[in-house]
């Protein structure tokens, strides 16, 4: 899916995402007590978050969410900073500024025309992550 094409969808679905999650809510609860322990003290990019954390978030010393769609990033909760960005192309953020990069339930969404598109998109997106990751950080896909 072209940039073009994905953004308007997310801005779309935006205003019925959360009510279109809760079957995933069995999902976050298995997960959240290591990704919990993963964000404690950290500072945490979040990647296509839509405004839904499978974690607490206030255990994390600073959390930024990055999404294409600016209707996405409305529905992130105060206190959390926000990007408007690809997850291919991350170049508003630093080099080396978190401990923590998650995606959660969001790496499918990079894709390409083809599948070999697709590959190097999200190939792109896990290479971005690596930039913006401190050394020694953690980089979560689920």
Known sequence: MSDAL??????????????????????????????????????????????IFAYDRRLAASVTSLDLSPAMLARVPSGVATVVADARDMSPLADASFDTVVFSLSLHHVVGGSLAETEEAQNTAVAEAFRVMRPGGRLILY
């Open 6 to 51: 994905s953004r308007p969808h997310f801005d779309t679905i935006a205003a019925r995402y959360a009510g279109a999650t809760g079957a995933l809510d069995p999902l976050y609860d298995a997960v959240r007590g290591e990704l919990d322990a993963a964000v404690a003290g950290k500072d945490v990019l979040d990647v296509g978050s839509g405004g």
